[in-house]
DNA sequence: CCTTGACCTCAAGTCAACTTCATTTCTTAG
DNA sequence: CTAAGAAATGAAGTTGACTTGAGGTCAAGG
């Protein structure tokens, strides 16, 4: 016997709102049991996985991408550490990246914007390794590395 | 007189789709002038513009605070090198802050995460400087300083 | 002149991620 | 035991940022 927490508890300690607790459960995130009264009631561990996903969320991770991510976990035990530090290495590629591509903006936007060229489809920070197209159209050197 | 581009160019030149174009325009974000035959036409400063709003989307700026941003820009002429580096300028915080923000993401993650802090309200990644609900509820450290 | 493809407008639709609402049921402190 | 406050459900609403669709116009090549 786990002891098991309101919705409301797990929703003041995540800084989630019960309705979006509600929401991540439709959504096949996380789960519950039930009181005798039909309330939900949540494992401690409910509230490591809701951390997860906000924490994903700041990555830019979509519901969709995070609930893939966390289907990765054991079903039938609590995860462990060496679960999560898995899944969280994952993320490692997907962190440097985006740091990658903010630190050439900032590197780089004094310059591009004030001279003008971000107007231009030569501009390094739009078009950085001058493969025009070869992505689709459009500015993409923010989202690619050098 | 000057060249005045039609929506399918400054679309293809941008990557932004000529329906985004006309929302933008409806929600004041850029401006265009008319055709004998009622079709938008762009002035060539125009593409500088809608590079500038795809750069402030990607650091999570909303389409509100991108046009706020560019209301700073002078009406009367055509903004000049000095006028974007102000503006660039402005966001030299905001991207600093996003990149410690993904930095001490990365640099605690696999610790916090496998460690199964992420639970806790003293985690460092998720209450870095201890000031539990300052800023309301929730985790905040991912997007505050240390 | 005709056809094709680019544009126009306005209304409505979409998608993610939730929130709000109305109504009913639990749970718990006094 | 009772009243207040927490929780449940399902449907509908919200927000941001666009896209799609219907029905019509414009511009250029053959």
New binding site residues.
């Given amino acids: 016997m786990v002891p098991e927490i309101?919705?409301?508890?797990v929703?003041e300690r995540t800084g989630v709102?019960?309705?979006?607790l509600?929401?991540y459960e439709s959504e096949g995130l996380i789960s519950s049991e039930r009181?005798?009264?039909?309330?939900?009631r949540y494992h401690p561990a409910t509230i490591r996985r809701i951390s997860f996903i906000k924490v994903a969320?700041q990555l830019g991770l979509?519901?969709?991408e995070i609930r893939e991510a966390l289907e990765s976990l054991p079903e039938n035990r609590t995860p462990n550490e060496r679960d999560w530090t898995r899944l969280a290495r994952n993320w490692r590629p997907r962190i440097d990246e985006q740091i990658g591509m903010l630190e050439r903006l900032r590197d780089r936007l004094d310059g591009c914007i004030g001279c003008g060229c971000l107007s231009l489809r030569t501009c390094k920070l739009v078009n950085p390794d001058d493969q025009l197209g070869s992505h689709g159209p459009g500015p993409r050197t923010i989202i690619e590395p050098d």
Same sequence: chains 1, 2.
Avoid: C, K, M, V
């Avoid at 009181?35 to 939900?40: A, I, K, L, P």
């Fill in positions: 309101p919705i409301g508890i929703s709102a019960s309705s979006a509600r929401y009181s005798e009264g039909n309330q939900r969320q979509t519901l969709d």
